[in-house]
């Protein structure tokens, strides 16, 4: 069993950054990967970036790339998602999640509540 819990989301104007905090708990973390989606109104879960909580290695979607990074803290059993240059299409609620596989969500089983994040332009 594995929990993990968002926070640091906001409004924040288009060009302007944002640093979201996921807190993981768990016997089992390190078997587990740390996934960030996305969900924007009338759209489906989107991928954002991962992290194999063992070796620390990432995944990060080509639509944000270079623009987001995904990085763990192990002693505070943190994960961050650092949010550059954003724009307004990525105003979205954005969950932190774990799982077994890199990209898709179905394969996370744990999810945290979500934290919304507007962009304004």
């Known amino acids: 069993q594995v929990q993990v819990v968002e926070s640091g989301g906001g409004l924040v104007q288009a060009g302007g950054s944002l640093r979201l905090s996921c807190a993981a708990s768990?016997?089992?973390?390190?078997?587990?990967?740390i996934g960030w989606f996305r969900q924007a109104p009338g759209k489906e879960r989107e991928f954002v970036t991962a992290?194999?909580?063992?070796?620390?290695?990432?995944y990060v979607a080509d639509t944000v790339k270079g623009r987001f990074t995904g990085s763990r803290d192990n002693a505070k059993n943190m994960v961050y998602l650092q949010m550059n240059r954003l724009k307004p299409e990525d105003t979205a609620v954005y969950y932190c999640?774990?799982?077994?596989?890199?990209?898709?969500?179905?394969?996370?089983?744990?999810w945290g509540q979500g934290t919304q994040v507007t962009v304004s332009s």
């Open positions: 999640a774990a799982g077994r596989d890199g990209s898709d969500p179905s394969l996370y089983p744990y």
């Open positions: 768990g016997r089992t973390l390190s078997r587990y990967i």
């Open positions: 992290i194999n909580w063992s070796d620390g290695s990432t």
